[in-house]
């Protein structure tokens, strides 16, 4: 089914290539096309050129990049040019899809792209129970803390949000069953399709897709009163003070962004002064030395390391 | 008396004969403005909800009558398929296999083959643009149906008639 998905935005050309290498797609994490160059995936952490014929790499061409952009928009360019301003299109299954090529600017600012030449397919993973060593630190008398996952990029803070929402909606051993509202501005949390949401969020689950995050937290807060509200890579000035307000509107907040540790977040403008302030209660670093998704510690408000990765389960630093 | 009854028939054929005629273009013109409301529909789908043209064909597919009904259906459902060609390719090919033998006149059908050069891009504007001018097309066919329209129902009865009369005349 997932490789379905997946194969059914590429070009026929590449979807029989892939077909024939017989992939195992839980371990495809990225796809490539750059025009007129060899088509490379990332699979299993390594990149992995595909043979059109022995020893002769298979070249991408200008049909190739055609093709697969009527497919990932199906055939409605038009109704993906907020997205394309961003420079990715998330497909069903919130596989995201890069695009690179030239910029129209309008008035100083982003307004399309044309003469796409690479396009990059990064792979939504879905891995139920990838959150379970997380819950013991991020809950007290089954109740959350506010949490912050910060996680360089493809190190899995998506997939990692998506499964604690999927078990704080339907209740685990740790925090009894919650409604969680999720401001999906990119798709990749619920990889909805039509509305509905294709990746397991659970049973108490609100989804609002597509829409800008601070927009999205304030009409939740007002529209389907969640006791918790999770939200992927914020960043933006408006994002952290929508943040900051459901955070006083008794809601509990998920939150995911890119950042390598700690410090270097609080060295972030606007967000930084959020962790000066100990808004957040618990702080989730991410990395992939060994695999990724790997935990590299878990701190409290006063970034006192309650877990550290390379330790067995539930030791305290 | 059996040519009494033969000439009755063959009367009686001619009128039909013009009375079908006329009905042909009533249909004509019924299938117009139902085709117009069907792009309003596609129009305000396209502006206002950015929907992707397959969920707006199998939106407006499940609350029209055939053979709309089957052509945005199927159109949808090809779309969604990816398997291969252009969205022009799939739109001429798809009228062709389903608007044919409709009522829709034959320039109506080469224009509405044309429109579907023009959808699918990726400028919003462009679409709504390449939409309101196939429905001022349209509106243009349609303004030009009605007015002649009655003119020529009642040409067609009286050819019926008279037709009728001169075969009858002629073979007595």
């Known amino acids: ?317 | 008396m059996l040519k009494a009854a033969g000439s009755i028939l063959v009367f009686g054929a001619a009128v039909l004969l013009g009375e079908w005629k006329a009905t042909e273009l009533r249909e004509q013109y019924a299938q117009l403005e139902y085709v117009r409301q069907l792009f309003y529909i596609l129009q305000s789908e396209i502006r206002y909800a950015r929907s992707p043209l397959n969920e707006i064909f199998s939106y407006i597919g499940n609350s029209v009558r055939e053979p709309y009904k089957t052509w945005l259906l199927e159109l949808g459902r090809k779309l969604e398929g990816r398997n291969g060609g252009t969205f022009a390719d799939l739109w001429k090919t798809s009228i062709g296999e389903h608007l044919a033998a409709s009522a829709l006149p034959e320039n109506e059908l080469l224009r509405l083959e044309e429109l579907g050069e023009r959808l699918g891009l990726a400028d919003l504007e462009l679409q709504i643009r390449a939409v309101e001018l196939y429905l001022t097309q349209l509106d243009a066919s349609i303004l030009e149906i009605r007015k002649d329209m009655k003119i020529k129902i009642r040409l067609y009865h009286c050819l019926g008639i008279m037709g009728g009369l001169l075969i009858v005349i002629l073979l007595l």
């Open chain 1, 1 to 317: 089914m997932r490789g379905d998905t997946i194969l059914n935005i590429l070009p026929r050309s590449i979807r029989l290539l892939l077909k024939k290498e017989r992939l195992d797609f839980s371990l495809l994490q990225e796809i490539k096309l750059r025009m007129y160059r060899p088509l490379l995936l990332v699979y299993g952490g390594e990149e992995l050129f595909v043979d059109r014929v022995r020893g002769e790499p298979y070249i991408v061409t200008k049909e190739d990049i055609k093709e697969m952009l009527d497919y990932i928009s199906r055939y409605s360019l038009y109704a993906y040019e907020q997205e394309m301003k961003q420079g990715f299109i998330t497909v069903e299954g919130g596989h995201r899809i890069g695009m690179a090529g030239q910029v129209i600017v309008d008035g100083g600012r982003v307004k399309n792209m044309k003469y796409i030449s690479s396009v990059n397919v990064r792979m939504s993973h879905e891995i139920l129970g990838c959150a379970d060593k997380v819950f013991p630190y991020i809950t007290r008398q089954r109740q959350l803390y506010h949490t912050l996952i910060i996680s360089p990029p493809r190190c899995g803070k998506t997939t990692l949000l998506r499964d604690m929402i999927r078990q704080i909606s339907d209740g685990n051993s740790y925090v009894r069953g919650k409604t969680v509202g999720v401001v999906d501005e990119r798709s990749e949390i619920g990889g909805c399709y039509m509305g509905v949401a294709q990746n397991h969020l659970g049973i108490r689950t609100d989804i609002l897709d597509g829409c800008p995050k601070a927009e999205g937290m304030i009409m939740l807060i007002r529209s389907m009163g969640p006791e918790i509200i999770a939200v992927d890579e914020i960043g933006a000035q408006e994002d952290v003070h929508a943040v900051a307000y459901a955070m006083h509107c008794g809601c509990k907040l998920i939150a995911t962004v890119h950042g390598a540790s700690v410090e270097e977040i609080k060295r972030k403008p606007v967000l930084g002064g959020m962790l000066l302030e100990k808004c957040f209660e618990r702080y989730i670093v991410l990395g992939n030395d060994e695999k990724i998704g790997d935990i590299l510690g878990i701190y409290d408000r006063n970034e006192t390391c309650i877990f550290q990765g390379n330790q067995t389960e539930k030791e305290v630093c």
